[in-house]
């Protein structure tokens, strides 16, 4: 299983074999949602599409097959660590909303190679139309494929929800008959990210990263009742590993 070995190579070969069909199918039709690039949502494409609804199964799974198929390092101390990051996003479909994000929670190391972490949100959306707040939480895992001495490098993938002061977005992209449809309060959100983590101390580390969100409520509504919001950014943050 690609997460059979903690020092992460395995864990590798997956994120880049997912890459890899990325590039091999962004010429497909039908692969990747209508307005999208390959390069705008690069794992968003069938059947992976971690920016939907479906990623929250593949990561579930993934979870799953993390503390199943590995063995439990009795040598390796879990570690509960505070988390807190700040970001922004840049919507790359109309209206093009930027939005800027800042999260906090916990994280707890379960192997050496992966943690499960809860964050809570504070999002802003502003374009030309729209103009709000939003709050909401977030489950998440980040696996580590490679650590050497000081650094870290992570992929992590996270879904939860968010509830909006007023209703988001306010209009579609303007792709045939979507302008007319109008967003809900309550939203659906998701995110991928890839990025580092530098030890500063022995307890505090900073991360760095470039990160896919999306939101959108799932169609709770109906469809003409779900524009959804895509953008890409990038955000840093702190990490506090509180000792044993």
Same mark, same amino acid.
């Given at each position: ?8 190579? =395995? ?26 690039? *390959? ?18 199964? *593949? ?5 799953? +097959? ?5 063995? @439990? ?12 990051? +700040? ?10 909303? @930027? ?9 707890? +190391?379960?192997?050496? *190679? ?15 139309? @729209?103009?709000? *707040?939003?709050?909401?939480? =977030? ?32 209009t579609g992209t303007g792709w045939k ?8 309060r309550f939203n659906f959100s998701t995110?991928?990210?890839a990025g580092a983590e530098f030890q ?16 959108? $409520? ?6 003409? =009742? ?17 000792? $044993?």
């Open positions: 299983m690609i997460f059979r070995m903690y020092n992460g190579k =395995r864990s590798v070969f997956f994120i880049c074999a997912s890459f890899l069909l990325s590039f091999t199918c962004s010429g497909q039709p039908g692969m990747y949602p209508p307005l999208t690039k *390959w390069y705008q949502d690069p794992m968003g494409l069938k059947p992976i599409q971690l920016s939907s609804a479906a990623g929250f199964a *593949w990561g579930s799974i993934a979870i799953a +097959a993390s503390l199943i198929f590995t063995k @439990n390092d009795s040598s390796f101390q879990k570690r509960v660590s505070f988390y807190q990051e +700040a970001g922004a996003a840049f919507g790359y479909k109309s209206p093009f909303s @930027n939005s800027f994000q800042n999260d906090a929670g916990i994280m707890y +190391a379960i192997r050496k *190679w992966m943690a499960l972490g809860l964050t809570i949100n504070i999002l802003y959306f502003n374009d030309d139309i @729209n103009n709000t *707040w939003a709050f909401g939480f =977030r489950p998440f895992i980040r696996w580590y494929p490679y650590q050497r001495n000081k650094i870290k490098l992570f992929f992590e993938y996270g879904a939860g929800c968010a509830y909006s002061i007023s209703r988001f977005p306010l008959a979507d302008t007319a449809r109008t967003g809900t995110k991928y990210s500063l101390r022995k307890s505090v580390l900073l991360q760095l990263g470039i990160r896919h969100f999306h939101l959108s $409520n799932g169609n709770i509504k109906g469809i003409q =009742r779900n524009p959804s919001y895509d953008g890409n950014g990038l955000f840093a943050g702190l990490i506090y590993a509180v000792r $044993n």
